[in-house]
């Protein structure tokens, strides 16, 4: 405090910090040198080591689960963190299209959940990434597509059980028309592309 006071600056701030809880929102990527050089008891590795070294265990929760389950899966451990993020005191059964900033979600949550993400999953993300996807639906799509191994999820696993349902009804309803209906039904689709394109 004695050379901060001698200094010639024009403003000058001293704040009480948690170094743990502080260090443990940011990525091992992120942190500066001098923060190294501070944080009572961070292992070495944990600073220095890059992202991805551990294999995540939510992969390997998705590689020993059901196919059929994965995507359910994959919705409660973003529901878990992003619970975790908003500080709920248990696990909330979120809605899987209720936006995050609905919720209270801020922009230095957004930075925390997204380093969280990158830890567990062990895979860099982009920063904006909880403004990009703002809810667990759309960043579970996300992740199936960018993120997790691709062998992991089938075509209908990202899918909700409402559009499942869509697509399971739209199957039976072609299953029940003759081919020549359905290469009517094909035409007018084209002809109305093409009326649509002219418009």
């Known amino acids: 405090m004695g050379q901060l006071l001698q200094r010639p600056v024009a403003q000058i701030g001293v704040l009480p910090i948690y170094w743990p809880k502080f260090l443990s929102s940011i990525s091992t990527v992120e942190i500066?040198?001098?923060?190294?050089?501070?944080a009572p008891g961070r292992p070495p590795d944990?600073?220095?080591s890059p992202v991805g070294v551990r294999r995540a265990d939510i992969i390997e929760q998705l590689e020993q689960a059901a196919s059929s389950g994965r995507w359910e899966l994959l919705?409660?451990?973003l529901q878990k963190?992003?619970?975790h993020v908003l500080g709920f005191a248990k696990v909330h059964r979120l809605e899987p299209q209720q936006g995050f900033f609905d919720l209270g979600m801020d922009s230095l949550m957004a930075v925390e959940l997204k380093n969280r993400l990158q830890r567990s999953l062990g895979s860099p993300l982009p920063t904006p990434i909880a403004f990009d996807y703002p809810s667990v639906e759309a960043l579970g799509r996300y992740l199936v597509k960018a993120v997790l191994p691709c062998e992991l999820f089938s075509g209908?696993?990202?899918e909700s059980p409402q559009e499942e349902d869509e697509r399971a009804q739209f199957?039976?309803?072609l299953a029940n028309l003759a081919p020549d209906e359905i290469a009517g039904l094909l035409a007018q689709?084209?002809?109305d592309i093409d009326r649509d394109k002219v418009e």
């Open 32 to 38: 500066q040198p001098f923060l190294r050089d501070i």
């Open 46 to 48: 944990a600073v220095t």
């Open 75 to 77: 919705l409660a451990y």
């Open 81 to 83: 963190e992003v619970s």
């Open 156 to 158: 209908s696993a990202e």
């Open 171 to 173: 199957a039976a309803a």
């Open 189 to 191: 689709e084209l002809a």
